[in-house]
Nanobody, 124 residues
Framework: VQLVESGGGLVQAGGSLTLSCAAS????????IGWFRQAPGKDREGVAG????????YYATSINGRFTISSDSAKSTVYLHMNNLEPEDTAVYYC??????????????????WGQGTQVTVSS
């Protein structure tokens, strides 16, 4: 299993970014996929995800509708479209997958596979 994130960068507050997570080595459409982030000095937290069971999507309440998760099965890639970014969104963003998860979990310890992360910095 391999997860490779890309698309991070520096953006001004109010701007947008789209992160990509290219997945390989497992059945992309049959397993849970999640986006998490970790800001300096803080715990890693869930941002958005896709359920393994019915492919429903989940969003953290802190996102307030600003982010959208989507996937492209043909490319085995999951995206995180981020709009109206705030300085508080500054963090390293990680993609995660798990082959045994039923549904979706916000608990970081439940996820087996992680990407290397991509830095998102939002300036005020």
């Amino acid at each position: 299993v391999q997860l490779v994130e890309s698309g991070g960068g520096l953006v001004q507050a109010g701007g947008s970014l789209t992160l990509s997570c290219a997945a390989s080595g497992f059945a992309f459409d049959e397993n849970a996929i999640g986006w998490f982030r970790q800001a300096p000095g803080k715990d890693r937290e869930g941002v958005a995800g896709i359920s393994s069971s019915d492919r429903s999507t989940y969003y953290a309440t802190s996102i307030n509708g600003r982010f959208t998760i989507s996937s492209d099965s043909a490319k085995s890639t999951v995206y995180l479209h981020m709009n109206n970014l705030e300085p508080e969104d500054t963090a390293v963003y990680y993609c995660a997958a798990d082959l045994d998860m039923l549904g979706f979990s916000w608990y970081t310890g439940a996820w087996t596979y992680w990407g290397q992360g991509t830095q998102v910095t939002v300036s005020s």
